[in-house]
């Protein structure tokens, strides 16, 4: 399901907000963060402008104070007028990138696979001439596009967790079915401890939810989380979710693997310490799994050379009062989201039931939330971002009998 204008441009107003809801800023902090996200640039959802006003700012954030939901910071009346991608230096960067791992590959040729991954906008390609000129240059040694990146470690713990996705060997499942293991991390950057880790049958959003939901059940919940570019975190549950458990969802730029040094280093690790030690021949995905939970408590407990020979739990456990406990029902705010308009017979179409509403809604448009594996008997309605219940099956032949007694 594709995510309407409206969502994004609450998820944009919630991520430009989120250093500002730090309770424990001290006085003028916050006054000074709003300075500092009015000074950039941004690429804003379907509009042409690039900068924020600090009045605008402001604004968003009294809102969320007020209301304490992303849905209140989505824009209240229709807008389907969609802003052109600005070409700026991000793009470019990430056209170069594309460059370098297609080397052989015509510029022209080049362009059609850039506006496809959607690095440019159809319409908004910069000039064949701007694009020799960039390629010459990285040519020549001189990289004009090259960001100032300098190595970083969070403060205090969880205050980011990054995660990535690590391709692994052929196992076999419970059904017989050979499948590629697929292997999702999920790193503390402060302590450098691995919160969670997991090896799946394929490379989804589901996967990635179950990894994360187990690293929040058993680590907190972190301020933020830096992920990669991949469709498996781009499933619009992930982004939902974090954002109402009040998590910086912040996603790596394409072709920047630099971003993202602490991640990287320990899939270098997993490859050198834990995949070249595994026995030859074929092995079950629950066994591979087995083997990995031993290898992730040696080494969370194993002296790391960045932590001057402390080991990433015992600096964790340093610092375990800044955990924020998850709720108890976390998948809940992972549940992917619809509207539908309730009919005056008060029912609701979906996925080819017609499902009954509370009385009083007729002719509303109310929001459902939804689990996969069961849409029809997990759709909970929320209106004006308060649930009003679960929604269950019209039973036609009940009403019927309810309207003789009434007559």
């Not at 690039?50 to 009294?62: H, M, N, P, Q």
């Not at 990138?97 to 059609?112: F, H, I, K, M, S």
């Not at 991949?230 to 549950?237: T, V």
């Not at 009919?343 to 509303?364: K, Q, W």
């Amino acid at each position: 399901m594709k995510i309407s204008k409206k969502e994004e441009k609450a998820l944009f107003r919630f991520n430009i907000i989120f250093p500002l809801l730090d309770q424990s800023l001290p006085r003028g902090e916050r006054a000074r963060k709003v300075r500092e996200i009015c000074a950039k640039e941004y690429v804003i959802p379907h509009s042409r402008k690039t900068t924020l006003s600090a009045g605008t700012v402001w604004k968003w954030y009294e809102t969320y104070v007020r209301y304490g939901t992303i849905d209140s910071l989505a824009p209240k009346g229709r807008s389907d007028c969609g802003g052109a991608r600005v070409v700026d230096a991000q793009a470019l960067s990430a056209f170069v990138g594309l460059w370098r791992e297609n080397q052989g590959v015509p510029v022209t040729a080049l362009v059609a696979i850039a506006v496809e991954k959607g690095i440019f906008n159809e319409g908004r390609v910069p000039s064949m001439s701007t694009l020799y000129a960039l390629i010459r240059k990285e040519r020549d040694g001189f990289q004009p596009t090259q960001k100032d990146r300098r190595a970083y470690r969070a403060p205090g713990i969880n205050d980011m967790w990054q995660s990535d996705a690590l391709h692994g060997p052929h196992v076999r499942l419970e059904d017989g079915r050979i499948r590629k293991a697929i292997l999702f991390l999920i790193q503390d950057n402060r302590s450098r401890l691995v919160c969670a880790g997991g090896w799946y049958s394929a490379e989804s959003a589901e996967s990635f939810m179950d990894c994360l939901w187990r690293a929040f059940q058993t680590r907190g919940l972190p301020k933020k989380l830096y992920v990669d570019n991949g469709s498996s975190y781009r499933d619009e549950r992930i982004r939902y979710g974090c954002a109402s458990l009040g998590i910086n969802l912040s996603y790596a730029r394409p072709y920047t693997p630099q971003g993202k040094g602490c991640i990287e280093r320990l899939n270098r690790t997993v490859r050198d310490s834990f995949l070249s030690t595994l026995p030859r021949g074929m092995m079950t995905l629950e066994e591979l799994n087995t083997r990995f939970d031993s290898w992730i408590d040696e080494y969370n407990r194993r002296p790391h050379s960045s932590l001057d020979g402390m080991s990433p739990l015992k600096c964790y456990l340093g610092q375990l009062k800044a955990v924020n406990p998850a709720p108890e029902n976390v998948p809940l705010h992972f549940r992917r989201v619809d509207t539908r308009l309730v009919a005056n017979d008060r029912t609701v179409r979906f996925m080819g039931s017609r499902l009954e509403a509370p009385i009083g809604y007729a002719g509303r448009r109310i929001e459902i939330r939804y689990f996969d594996h069961d849409p029809v008997h997990t759709c909970e309605a929320f209106f004006e971002g308060r649930s009003i219940g679960l929604l269950h099956p019209a039973d036609l032949e009940a009403n019927y009998s309810a309207h003789r007694r009434k007559v």
